[in-house]
Nanobody, 116 residues
Framework: QVQLVESGGGLVQAGESLRLSCKASGTRFPSNAMAWYRQAPGKQRDLVASITPGGTTNYADSVKDRFVISRDNSKNTLYLQMNSLKSEDTAVYYC??????????WGQGTQVTVSS
């Protein structure tokens, strides 16, 4: 049974940082291309950042140069370091497989709220 558990969200001021974690169980995590997504109230879920099994990363233009995605395959854990946070980063953040057809059931996500 696959389980994705996100954590690390919270309420911060604009300009501050947060580090999100996603613990995956029941998956072949090291061989999966993984990604962080976010969903703001009333909006669709968007791709934020992705990382291949080999460590190649990609970012949405809105977070490039501020966010860093990484993974620890020994811990089956995905990370998102978020720096210089802005109010528009406020959303629920989720992790999942990058490829839509291979995505697992979504976890509960972790709420990030940035106050200005």
């Amino acid at each position: 049974q696959v389980q994705l558990v996100e954590s690390g969200g919270g309420l911060v001021q604009a300009g501050e940082s947060l580090r999100l974690s996603c613990k995956a169980s029941g998956t072949r995590f090291p061989s999966n291309a993984m990604a962080w997504y976010r969903q703001a109230p009333g909006k669709q879920r968007d791709l934020v950042a992705s990382i291949t099994p080999g460590g190649t990363t990609n970012y949405a233009d809105s977070v490039k140069d501020r966010f860093v995605i990484s993974r620890d395959n020994s811990k089956n854990t995905l990370y998102l370091q978020m720096n210089s946070l802005k109010s528009e980063d406020t959303a629920v953040y989720y992790c999942n497989h990058l490829i839509r057809q291979r995505q697992y059931s979504w976890g509960q996500g972790t709420q990030v709220t940035v106050s200005s």
